[in-house]
């Protein structure tokens, strides 16, 4: 994505590229020097080119973060009138068939969701049992479920079926080179969860959920969500997202997730 | 046939036109639409551009086979 600052950038590095090759090539006919007028015009050509095809923006991440925003916009209205302030946990729907029965939700829209509890500190709680009624606490539709649908369509199978090393192998290569969302990213399962994202394309959009505090600190947002849904699907048990944290200067995201020991109903 | 401005031969301004036009056909058609990197492309304005300047390459080779032709 690219912010304003380095948009300026790079306008003010082709202008100087314009500028030079103008001068190189009065300089030519001010001499009549061919390899000089070569090298100015070539100078030239090339400023040119570059000034017409940089864009002023990137439409395609506009357009994803016009559409993520209601969604987001949604959650944090919830959780704000709700006065919810507990960190999310993403429950698998395939590992917890009771949610099934109390929301009739459909295993193929929505196989992952986030549970926010009423109860104060229920998350530190090491065996935390889901709960199949509405009450305690809130269940919602993660912002990041329609990016991981797509991630497990291009995986060719369901998350729950992928195995820990198959998650940190493949993933990083689908969000690298096929969905270009991100420079690089790590992933570590030990006890916890540790995904480093070095550029990602969705920082702006991320960086916009900061607007909606509540979302942000106890969901998280778009890929910090789908890689959530991802994860509890993958290792078979409730994720947290313990923290987060971004460093401006390299660009760098590192989340941390929790894994929850849940008591299967 | 040399011009005033830039002073450059006719020959040369084929070439460089030639040269350029291979150049960005093959930009065009590798680079991505969208990416993680700071300089981003318009992909569409790239072949645009790389079309302009194919199609001045051809009008120039044209204007040269008939130079030859006429004898001039």
């Not at chain 1, 394309?201 to 789908?226: F, H, R, V, Y």
């Amino acid at each position: 994505m690219i912010d304003q600052k380095t948009s300026i950038g790079v306008k003010v590095a082709i202008l100087s590229v314009i500028i030079l090759g103008i001068v190189i090539l009065a300089y030519s006919t001010y001499f009549i020097s061919s390899f000089f007028a070569m090298i100015g015009f070539s100078i030239l050509f090339w400023g040119v080119i570059l000034l017409y095809v940089t864009p002023t923006n990137n439409s395609f991440i506009e357009l994803l973060n016009t559409m993520v925003a209601p969604s987001i916009a949604n959650i944090e209205r919830i959780l704000t009138e709700y006065n919810i302030n507990q960190q999310g946990i993403y429950l698998s729907t395939e590992n917890h068939n009771g949610l099934f029965n109390a929301f009739q939700i459909s295993q193929n829209t929505e196989s992952v969701l986030v549970f926010i509890p009423e109860i104060p500190n229920s998350m530190q709680q090491n065996n935390y049992r889901p709960k199949t009624d509405v009450n305690g606490g809130l269940y919602l539709t993660p912002p990041g479920q329609a990016l991981f649908k797509v991630l497990e369509q291009r995986f060719g199978k369901s998350f729950s079926k992928v195995s820990q090393q198959q998650f940190t192998h493949k993933l990083p290569i689908l969000l690298t080179k096929e969905f270009k969302l991100v420079e690089n990213i790590e992933i570590e399962i030990k006890e916890n969860i540790t995904v480093t994202i070095t550029k990602s394309i969705l920082d702006q959009s991320c960086q916009e959920t900061n607007n909606q505090p509540k979302t942000n600190k106890q969901i998280g947002c778009l890929l910090t969500s789908a890689i959530a849904c991802a994860a509890t699907k993958v290792v078979g048990k409730p994720i947290i997202i313990q923290s987060e944290t971004y460093d401006p200067l390299s660009r760098t995201t590192k989340i941390q997730y929790g894994i929850l020991e849940s008591i299967k109903d | 046939m040399q011009l005033i401005f830039p002073p450059l031969d006719f020959n040369e301004v084929v070439i460089f036109l030639a040269i350029a036009a291979i150049m960005l056909l093959i930009t065009a058609e590798l680079s991505p639409s969208y990416g993680s990197g700071y300089a981003t492309i318009d992909k569409k304005k790239l072949q645009n551009a790389a079309t302009a300047a194919g199609t001045l390459f051809l009008v120039s080779m044209a204007i040269k086979i008939a130079t030859i032709m006429l004898g001039m």
